[in-house]
């Protein structure tokens, strides 16, 4: 009897994407009404898996266990087992025990030994249940259900005519070999009925004979086709089940491996059973014991498909009741975007830009270097890689490390370090902690970066004095970004903006920017001695000085400003000292922050 219909429903185990879509698109191709895979199981994770049914996108559910989706599924009487060879054999055996609706079991996974193959063997036939496997690909029931990647691309089985079924019932050992036969048999027949690949180990699940006599017993199949191969005495079954008439239906065979004839040694092919080892187990004295007792054997594998030809011709169509199936009737199934733009038969607009970075070969690369040439760089080219796409020298690199050492902290009492503290303190970790912590960046912390740049460019552009910036500033109504300290003065200057002067005046030949910055300074100082240049005011300024001196032009270099470029070597550095205060709480174990009703003024 036939194994599957267009109603069966399969359990498949191991949540492999590729497989899955392929028994789904075969589903749409032959015009199934609904999917044959019910459900999915996954010992790691459950939820739903995501697929497409034709045009269709659909959910399978995924469970745990495999009881789980038996129990949910009573109908699914076919597990697809794609397990890894570790594991197939308790998936198996789980099935066989606890999943009684089960009653086909396929098994994938190569390499599960002979003892605990046979221990399947015996068990599946108490319970009754057919063992496809191990070591194949399945089988599959034409126009109605597929066995995971049996039979190849949907091009392959469009050409074998497997979307609706044929008159021949066909067995194979090898699965490889099956996409062959299939082939071999729509060229020469009106087409596949049913095909099994058996699997290459010795102790097989279901044998060729056990398949055999399944079409010999199903009324639609009119003839078979069987492909044995080297080793083992299963050929010899069939050829005594012929003799005595055990099998009536035409059979056309050919078992491989006749090259072992002619070596020296005994030869293992492939497939673990695949080897001669006395003389009724090579190919050549099965091909002739089939022979005589009436199999049709071709002279030689290159005939197999004109032998396949005559015999159809002569008992099938010749049969008064042979109806013939009907061609071409089958659903075109969509292309996967994926693989119609690798064959270049569609076009679509990016969603995401990226002109910095690559991560498709085989080493990601930064503005088209391999990362493996920045390993003895410093941190400042990789900055410049990313950040400015390699155009800026070496004394800018330089300048953007000394700015993430100048800004990495400033002591916790500062918004992002409490912020970071707090946050840290609450049992977040330390992203969570950083989050915080940067969020309290703005036009008056950090922000001031940005914000020297933006006047200093003015300033320079249209060659205002530092009265006149006082003077447009104060007439706006807005503070000067870059100037004042509430600690450091005049008299007792910030050591990391006196740094910056020196790294300025060291490396940079032209400061126009710098100058006028200072500029500033000189006359904010005689209003009071703490409006002095920031080290927000200083990176800002200095940096446009760099900037200009790698030939930005203006415009370049505003556009810069205007993308927050200068303000992230702020963000950059400071992101340091923040996790150091999220790490810094957790090391000591303090305890939640609350803060204290003393230091609180109610009104």
């Known amino acids: 009897m036939s194994l599957f219909s267009k109603t069966t429903t399969a359990i498949f185990y191991n949540q492999h994407p590729k497989p899955i879509q392929r028994m789904l698109d075969f589903d749409y191709l032959c015009k199934r009404d609904t999917p044959s895979i019910s459900a999915i199981v996954n010992p790691t994770n459950s939820g739903f898996h995501r697929a497409f049914f034709g045009t269709e996108e659909i959910i399978i559910p995924v469970f745990k266990s495999l009881e789980e989706a038996s129990t949910a599924f009573p109908e699914s009487d076919v597990l697809v087992n794609f397990a890894s060879e570790r594991s197939a ?27 605990k193959t046979r221990e399947l063997i015996r068990i599946a036939k108490e319970k009754d249940v057919l063992l496809i496997g191990p070591a194949t690909v399945g089988g599959i029931k034409p126009g109605a259900f597929r066995i995971g990647n049996t039979a190849g691309s949907l091009d392959n089985i469009i050409a074998a005519k497997l979307y609706r079924p044929g008159s021949v019932g ?56 069987a492909l044995g191969e080297v080793g083992g005495t299963a050929e010899l079954e069939i050829a005594e089940a012929v003799t005595s008439k055990k099998i009536k239906k035409p059979i056309v065979m050919w078992v491989t491996g006749t090259i072992a004839d002619h070596m020296k040694t005994e030869v293992q092919f492939g497939h673990a059973g695949a080897k001669s080892g006395v003389e009724n187990e090579s190919a050549s004295f099965k091909n002739a014991a089939l022979k005589k007792a009436g199999v049709h054997v071709p002279k030689s594998f290159d005939t197999f498909g004109d032998l396949i030809k005559e015999v159809f011709e002569k008992e099938v169509l010749t049969d008064k ?271 939640m922050y609350r803060h204290d009703w003393d230091d609180i003024l109610y009104i």
């Not at 054999?89 to 003892?115: Q, R």
């Not at 070496?394 to 953007?400: A, D, N, S």
Request: glycine share 10%; aromatic share 6%.
């Open 89 to 115: 054999y308790a998936v198996s055996k789980n099935a066989l025990e606890y999943c009684p609706s089960i009653k086909t079991i396929h098994i994938m996974a190569e390499g599960i030994s002979e003892n």
């Open 170 to 225: 066909v067995v194979t050992i090898s699965g490889g070999m099956s996409s062959e036969i299939y082939n071999i048999v729509a060229q020469n027949t009106d087409g596949t009925y049913e095909g099994i690949a058996i699997g290459g180990d010795r102790f097989p699940g279901s044998t060729l004979f056990e398949n055999i006599m399944r079409f010999e017993n199903d009324r639609e199949v009119k003839m078979i086709v």
């Open 321 to 591: 009741h042979y109806k013939a199936p009907e061609d071409g009737n089958y659903n075109q199934v969509p292309t996967d975007f994926s693989a119609a733009l690798k064959e270049n038969i569609v076009r679509k607009s990016a969603s995401i830009v990226s002109s910095i970075s690559d991560d498709r070969g085989e080493e990601p690369t930064y503005n088209k270097i391999p990362i493996s040439e920045y390993a003895d760089k410093s941190i400042g080219r990789v900055i410049n890689a990313l950040w400015f796409k390699g155009k800026l020298p070496e004394v800018g690199e330089q300048f953007i490390e000394l700015g993430i050492k100048l800004s990495a902290d400033h002591g916790p009492a500062v918004g992002t370090a409490h912020n970071a503290i707090v946050s840290s303190r609450a049992g977040n970790n330390v992203i969570m902690s950083l989050i915080a912590g940067l969020t309290t960046i703005g036009p008056r912390h950090g922000g001031a970066i940005d914000g020297t740049a933006l006047w200093c460019l003015d300033a320079v552009e249209r060659d205002l004095s530092g009265k006149d910036v006082i003077a447009e500033h104060k007439q706006a109504g807005k503070l000067i970004m870059g100037i004042g300290h509430r600690i450091k003065t005049v008299q007792n200057p910030d050591k990391r903006v006196e740094i910056l002067k020196d790294f300025i005046a060291t490396n940079i030949k032209n400061s126009h920017y710098f100058s006028k910055a200072l500029e500033v300074e000189t006359e904010t100082i005689k209003k009071k001695n703490n409006l002095i240049l920031n080290v927000d005011g200083a990176i800002g300024a200095a940096f446009l000085d760099i900037l200009a001196e790698a030939n930005f032009t203006t415009d370049e270099i505003k556009e810069i400003v205007s993308l927050g470029a200068l303000n992230a070597i702020f963000v950059l550095g400071r992101s340091i000292g923040i996790i150091g205060h999220a790490l810094d709480q957790k090391r000591l174990k303090e305890p």
